[in-house]
């Protein structure tokens, strides 16, 4: 019985160290009180219901005293006029909360595929999530992306059932699809009590009892009464799946059940907790957020089954000054180790970093070091956030979230920590913009503005990016979707207050290479009456695809001096930005300086820089271009009496159909479409099908275009 044992003390000890008064929030969390932390994210497609599941999860903790509703625009995490008017999460969200005893910090994220490198860093950062899913719609293609984001990361989750008083709605039919296209190791932990308009209630299977959810107090009222005779011999079954389960994944449970079969609710809850952290099982709960049902026993499960910061393995990161391996722990008393993962510009505070900290302390007045540019900075404001609103405090712990404001020289994926104990951090990776427009200021007095808000965007979001045409002049923004276009363009119209016209959205085109192919450049020139002299040597070879480019300089210093490497590797990024044949950015590709040389009194870094560029569009030029077209994932799910006519329409748009199921009366078509034939899509799917089809599309990979497709696009 040791692991009851541990576990139960493990319980005392955690509320010896809160009952003993509640810490004020600027004092250091000790270590002890690490163990009652909970970092979570919501995820899920779009519609499932994350942003009503967290305003309840607010308003049961005492968070909020009224909940919002995202239909009516009131919810507090849709902060953004953006959100409230259309209904949807635009950007991650973060606030704290407390229940029983526990100090949840909460990361809301987006659904919408345009939008999903909000996930990205939030998952970069979280310990534990919930994915919620629609128990009508079950595994959506959002679904898929957030689930495999989280696998990326090694995030522990459980799983929430929302909707589950709609009409359609299947719980049994949603564990199912989770099995067959998430691969998930999913294990009911409840059932639901009733079924579509009649749910008013769950099975708790580890108790073996129900709960009855009134609507008429907004469920903060709820009875616990004995599981209905019809639903009994399920629950029982159920039960012993569960802990057969769990006799599976875990030893020291198959010990205890071999001992005694009739195992305690706590016995159960520890063999989850401890198969969820590793990975090997993801708890499944059931409920109706809207309708204010079942939402309690998901805050218990996520401070029974998701981890704490202590029982996350060690941080691992560079040391910037030796090359070697550096591991931290969640210990207050270890140096500092946090990861700015997001930056937002405030209109009251200015520019903002959203900061994990994973060790050490961060104070109000301490110095911190930033391994990435060499500098370092004074923290002059600390603030724990509640979505839009901020609470100065004097201390972030580790396994704490909060911002820093102030800092000029951190960005996203940058590591904060003290400069006598560096470490680098990993950096997060984020998709590349697929769409791209053009924008131009009305008037001179906007052309300032336009250049200051999108410099503040494109520091906010990575997905989104800028370049001057060479050939036009024009200013062009690209972004990961025409919803994220939209509403970047809405953003600077009204936060920063500029007049500008914009273009219509147009593909973001690559260029690569499907050859490797060296060539040298010399630059000799007299510039101002002096003599400038560099050679360089530039080879390029193509990569995997969405590997994205590495720059290497490998030359012996007596060909090039250490001097001017810096110039060369601008030079270098500098022609990976504008290919050859159409001016896109080159992706996927290796450039490696191979040689060259120099003249002591002659050679600058301008010679060389222009060196560089020169000789590597020669070699570029000489391995076979190609141009590159963002595919997209697209799910269409229409009617059994229109799926041919879908079909026969994405056949037109250059698709290639990889799957086709059945969703009830509905047929799901899953097809990889170029993302050029798929302009005025909604519009086309609503004709064919009479309004009744639906569809998704999310980036999935670079493709090369063919030859007469090239040639099109190189006249145009």
Known sequence: MQPLIDFMETQTLQMRAMTAGKQDADTVVANDGLGLIRNIGIIAHIDAGKTTVTERILFYAGRLHRMGEVHEGTATM??????????????????????RDHQINIIDTPGHVDFTVEVERSLRVLDGAVGVFCGVGGVQPQSETVWHQANRYDVPRIAYVNKMDRLGADFSAVLEEMREKLEAPVAAIQLP????????????????????????????????????ADLAVEAEVARAQLIERLADL???FMGLYLEQPDLSADVLRAAIRRATISGVLVPVLCGSALKNKAVQPLLDAVNFYLPSPLDISDRKGVNPKTGEIDVR?????????????????DSYVGKLQFVRI?????????????????????VTRLIRLHADNREDVDVLSAGEIGAVAGLKWFTTGDTLCVENAQIELDRIRFPEPVISMAIEPKTQADREKLADSINSL????????????????????????????????????????????????????????????????????????????????????PLKRSTGNEVAIDVRSDRIPAQFHSAIEEGLRDGLSTGTLRNDPIADVKVSVVDG??????????????????????????????????????????????????????????????????RGVFQVVKAEVPLSELFGYATAIRSLTKGRASYTMEPHFFRTVSEDIQNELIKW
């Open 78 to 99: 849709d902060w953004m006029e953006q959100e409230r008017e259309r209904g949807i999460t635009i950007t991650s969200a973060a606030t704290t909360c407390h229940w």
């Open 193 to 228: 009590w009733g079924k579509e308009d009649s749910f008013c209630g769950v099975i708790d299977l580890l108790e073996m009892q129900g709960l009855l959810f009134d609507e008429d107090d907004l469920g903060t009222g709820f009875s616990i009464e004995p599981i209905p």
């Open 250 to 252: 875990d030893d020291v």
């Open 329 to 345: 722990r969640a210990d207050v008393a270890a140096p500092l180790s946090a990861l700015a993962f997001k930056v937002v510009h």
């Open 358 to 378: 994973y060790s050490g302390v961060l104070k109000k007045g301490m110095s911190v070091y930033n391994p990435r540019t060499c500098k370092r900075e004074r």
């Open 458 to 541: 494109v520091e906010e979001d990575p997905t989104f990016s800028v370049r001057i045409d060479e050939e036009t002049g024009q200013t062009i923004i690209s972004g990961m979707g025409e919803l994220h276009l939209e509403i970047i363009t809405d953003r600077i119209f009204r936060e920063y207050k500029v007049k500008a016209n914009v273009g219509k959205p147009v593909v973001a085109y690559r260029e690569t290479v499907s050859a490797a192919n060296r060539a040298t450049h010399v630059f000799d020139r007299e510039i101002g009456g002096k003599r400038q002299f560099a050679s360089v040597s530039v080879s390029v070879e």
């Open 597 to 662: 040389d120099h003249e002591p009194e002659e050679s600058t870094e301008t010679a060389f820089r222009t060196a560089a560029i020169m000789a590597f569009r020669e070699a570029v030029l000489g391995a076979s271009p190609v141009i590159l077209e963002p595919i997209m994932a697209v799910d269409v799910i229409s009617p059994a009496d229109h799926v041919g006519e879908v079909i026969s329409d994405l056949n037109s748009r250059r698709a290639k159909i990889t799957e086709m199921s059945n």
